[in-house]
């Protein structure tokens, strides 16, 4: 099989695969990562994953994020209207909400555009950590209780998104997540802003500590997922190459490797057919190994079929790309020479009894001759639809009968007969 080495190589690297699924999924202690190529190649896919999913469900998050702003703006008016502090309070409300927006933009803008996607995952990094940062600062800076309360919840749910949805690696994730932590507890101090330090810690922590276990484990479940998915892939390819194997065993001769009968007679009437359209010359050489049963007999099959493999390759090498050659059955072959006149056919024919002679390769039972010869039959095609298929078969055939009716060991040219 031609295909055999890149089938067996890919079955060895499902296989590979296959074990590296039971290894880390089935019941043994799982790894936290994969070899070092598939790991590369398990965050591409899950990055490339992430922007797919940012493009198609920007439109879906664009509303959930506007219905949740209608509802938020005026709990948080009803809750802050009678604060001392109101209008900075409901700014810095309304700012935070605009940064969350804008970062959401982004994070689609980068998905989608292909120059911007080299950049994705960087740019990603820089802007969780300042949806975390900013809103974080602003909300935590109000004056009013309640709003500094709602402010824990949002900065654990931009936690949870960073961990989750933005497609940054887990252990990236939580340097990110404590940067922000430290970069707001320091900004707190350093501004002397008053805030519940204590509270605004455990809030970092616990949502540091839950989102990256939950990332782990939905990492490790989408590991699963992407040897699933390269195995799926490999056997998609292994069927591809069988598939191909086989298409190309029922059109070709197993021993020759050349085309075999059948596919001869698809390719006749395809030259066939563009002769008689184009009103071009069409050549078909019969080529029979002379005394072969002799040869057989006294060398055996074995070397009988070194023989025929030998003449098939020296046929195909003297013959143009264009040109088209089979096993026609036993020991005899037959040459398809579009757009070539009687003369060019001629050549081509001298070429390949030349080749073959040359070849030397000994035959002591033959009548003819001390080595293996063969004989030739000619005839060509004008292009004239009166000429059937089967006339212009029968007397390509009838050429290669008369010159071995001759003696063998030469070249006859049959002309076809005159169709009124």
Known sequence: MENQYDLDELQRSKEDLEQLVARHYKGQKKQKTLPAKLEEDFWKFNIDRTRINAIQFFGQGVITYTIFVLLILPSNYLVIRSSPHFIVDFVYSILSLLIVGAALFLFWTFSRFRKLSRLFYPVACVIVFCTIFFPSLLMMSVSNVVLQNQAMVLIAFLYMLGFILSGIKPNHMLWIGTLAAVCILLSFYYFNIPCDFLMLGRTFIGSLLLGFSI???????????????????????????????????????????????????????????MACKENKSMSVLFIDIDYFKNYNDFYGHQMGDQVISSIAKTIKSSIRHMDFIARYGGEEFVVLLPETSAQGAYAVATNIYKAIDRQMIPHEKSLVSNHVTISLGITVFNGNPKISQELLIHTADKALYRAKQLGRNQIYYQPLPVVE
């Open 215 to 273: 990332s782990i484990m939905l990492t490790s479940k989408e590991r699963k997922l992407f040897l699933k998915t390269k195995i799926s892939e490999i056997n998609e390819r292994i069927l591809r190459l069988q598939a191909s194997e086989l298409l190309h065993l029922s059109q070709h001769d197993e021993l020759t490797k050349v085309s075999n009968r059948r596919t001869f007679e698809e390719m006749f009437s395809y030259y066939y057919d």
